[in-house]
């Protein structure tokens, strides 16, 4: 599969000379920018006036907290995860409210995230830390954040396809191994996740 040209693991964009000076620069603010940009930036022709910015930017958190080390395969590929889940029925509809689905276990009794970092006090419910706590850019973030949001903007925009063979699951074996995946079919590894599909639903 091939990806937008430009894109990679190094900022598309300078924010330094657009956005670097704004004292109010936050995560939201990088990605409604670059949903203006992203075309001119990394050279694809990419319909944003389509993409929910709420949505987008829900997406892109996923992304960066989900798979901000991996490489762009590995970030369309959680992404890729994220849209098949709002496609499908037996979870929610919207890619939001499948970052922030939570439930509760049935044999611990405790509140389980779809996505563990949604459950970590640090990063629920608080926008991406664009800023040190002295106010000056984390331009290490920034720019991942960058490629989560330009990824997430190009997946919406439909120019990439899914690139994980249908999968609605995924987590690292080096670091979690989940009863559920003896039930799924594997579909794909890329990079430090793999993936898998859950059957398809039982008609009647």
């Not at 300078?14 to 930036?41: C, D, Q, R």
Request: charged letters at 20%; one cysteine or more.
């Amino acid at each position: 599969m091939s990806y937008p040209r430009g894109l990679n693991n190094s900022p598309a964009v300078n924010l330094s000379g657009n956005l670097g000076e704004i004292k109010m620069l936050s995560a939201k603010l990088i990605l409604v920018y670059l949903l203006h940009t992203t075309a001119n930036f990394v050279g694809i022709d990419v319909d944003t006036s389509k993409v929910d910015p709420e949505q987008a930017y829900c997406l892109a958190e996923n992304i960066y907290y989900e798979a901000r080390n991996e490489d762009i395969r590995g970030q369309f590929a959680v992404a890729s995860v994220t849209l098949n889940r709002a496609k499908d029925a037996r979870f929610p509809h919207t890619i939001c409210e499948v970052v922030k689905y939570t439930a509760v276990s049935r044999i611990s009794k405790k509140l389980v995230c779809a996505f563990s970092w949604y459950c970590e006090n640090d990063k629920k419910g608080r926008e991406i830390p664009v800023r040190n706590k002295d106010g000056t850019v984390n331009q290490q973030v920034v720019d991942q954040f960058q490629i989560a949001s330009i990824v997430a903007i190009t997946i919406l925009g439909g120019t990439v396809e899914d690139n994980t063979n249908g999968a609605t699951h995924f987590h690292n074996p080096y670091t979690s191994n989940p009863a559920w995946k003896h039930e799924l079919t594997k579909t794909a590894v890329i990079g430090n996740h793999t993936f898998y599909r859950l059957p398809p639903p039982k008609e009647g």
